[in-house]
């Protein structure tokens, strides 16, 4: 097979979030310990980094990694979803695992895990294990995909956990209550393992320190510690000044990542590093190595997906902000962009709450309802008839792109066109865009 026929396999022959929804999750951990088992145990070649969270826990990662990478270290990366290419969960140095490492993967191993019938997702991080140990990784970043306690990532025993925050999501598998879906994400922390609480709120703190006491792990929460404030914006970077409870600790600290809600991240980040430095002094990440990745999230890491600025005139934003909770973070902001009309491209998959989601939305906007193109898309019919009913006027349209070139056809340059509501809409439309560059 060569690499699009390995990626089509993948796709279509491994139970898949994407498609299938929570079949696709299983709800232990034996298939990856087999799969670790089969592969030698390459999770434990490299020490590693932790993240979990509701929102926030991929941009975490990203400016985990791009702050270690400053500081000299070769990294691993370890994300989901992708956006275009599915080498964008696998990353070294910024740089996507090869295809030819993707191919031989799969061949080599693809016969022997029929018999413990793995996920798209547990083979995947397999493959993340293996070619980190293999490129002989100073250190990875793990991203969590759903919860934490049997999410397939919660093999590894890390240097340091990160929890972002709490908000409701995928309620189904994790609860449907703060406190139900903080005990599955708590499931990270491991014993003895520091762990840093991005935001300390009241439903969930409980949880946390009772999980922390019961591993003996220390536990920090960056909100209860650290003032990050804004003192410079622009499209391409923020100017950051920080404080902690000890005094004021960084100044002029410029970030590369715009969206309004990095800030909470960037402080997650720091705290993050702060306690780094106590626990692990023979391994200090100076200030200056600090600044400097927080400077460079984009370029060293090759992030993409979140508050990308495609176009000025109009302006054209996209974020892959999904949630109600991941909304309220991002939908000020774009709201304060100044513009004459606001177009709306949006489109969601089947199990958000929408009605909550687009009630934050301005009744004064253009909609242009769209689908992603997964199984799991809510058709655009539906969002339109939910957008409707809350007073949202708009038309369907069959795909991101048909309906982004509606918007930009409709749009004045002193107009501001949105893509978002999924990240599948994000990847649909920067796939598009991508496409018709070339």
């Known amino acids: 097979m060569d690499y699009r026929q390995t990626i089509d396999f993948l ?35 490299f020490p590693t980094v932790h993240i979990a969270g509701t929102n926030g826990k991929g941009s975490t990662s990203h400016m985990i990694a791009s702050v270690l990478q400053a500081s000299g270290k070769k990294v691993g990366l370890y994300t989901s979803p992708h956006y275009i290419d599915f080498r964008e969960r696998i990353k070294v140095n910024g740089e996507m695992i090869p295809e030819k490492n993707v191919v031989k993967f799969v061949k080599e191993y693809k016969e022997k895990w029929i018999a413990i019938q793995p996920s798209f997702f547990e083979i995947t991080l397999a493959m993340a294990f293996d070619f980190f140990r293999n490129e ?82 220390p536990i ?11 003192t410079q914006k622009s499209f391409s970077k923020q100017m950051l000044n920080v404080r902690s409870r000890e005094g ?97 491209v949006l489109g969601f998959v089947s199990d958000k709450d929408i009605v909550n989601i687009l009630a934050l939305f301005p009744k004064n906007g253009r909609y242009y309802w769209c689908a992603p193109d997964i199984p799991r898309a809510k058709p655009a019919g539906e969002v339109a008839s939910t957008g409707l009913d809350l007073g949202l006027q708009g038309g369907t349209y069959k795909g991101v792109m048909e309906a982004y070139h509606q918007a930009l056809k409709a749009a004045d340059k002193a107009d501001l066109v949105f893509v978002g509501g999924s990240s599948y809409v994000v990847g649909d439309f920067l796939a598009g865009i991508s496409k018709e560059m070339k």
Not at 223 to 230: D, N, T, Y
């Open 11 to 45: 796709f279509s022959s491994l139970p898949m979030f994407q498609r299938v929804g929570d079949a696709a999750i299983k709800k232990d951990l034996t298939n990856i310990r087999l799969l670790c088992d089969l592969l030698g145990q390459p999770q434990t070649a």
């Open 220 to 230: 920090h929460f960056a909100s209860k510690h650290l003032v990050v404030e804004q």
């Open 136 to 217: 002989k990784i100073d250190i990875a970043v793990i991203e969590t995909g759903l919860g934490g306690r049997l999410d397939s990532t919660n093999i590894i025993t890390p240097l340091i956990s990160v929890i972002t925050n709490i908000g409701f999501d995928h309620m189904k598998m994790l609860g449907n209550t703060l406190p139900e879906i903080a005990f599955e994400k708590a499931g990270i922390i491991k014993h003895d393992v520091p762990v840093i609480i991005g935001e300390w709120q009241r439903d969930t703190a409980p949880v946390f320190k009772n999980k922390a006491l019961k591993e003996n792990a």
């Open 248 to 344: 004021a600790w960084l100044k002029d600290v410029a970030t590369d990542l715009t969206g309004p809600y990095q800030l909470k991240n960037v402080r997650t980040v720091l705290e993050c590093f702060y306690r780094w430095n106590q626990y692990y002094p023979i391994m200090t990440i100076t200030d200056r190595e600090i600044k400097r990745g927080l400077a460079t999230v984009k370029t060293s890491t090759n992030m993409i997906g979140r508050w990308m600025v495609i176009q000025q005139k109009p302006l054209v934003i996209t974020d892959a902000a999904h949630n109600h909770h991941g909304m309220i973070a991002m939908l000020p902001d774009l709201l304060k962009q100044p513009s004459q009309t606001r177009h709306f």
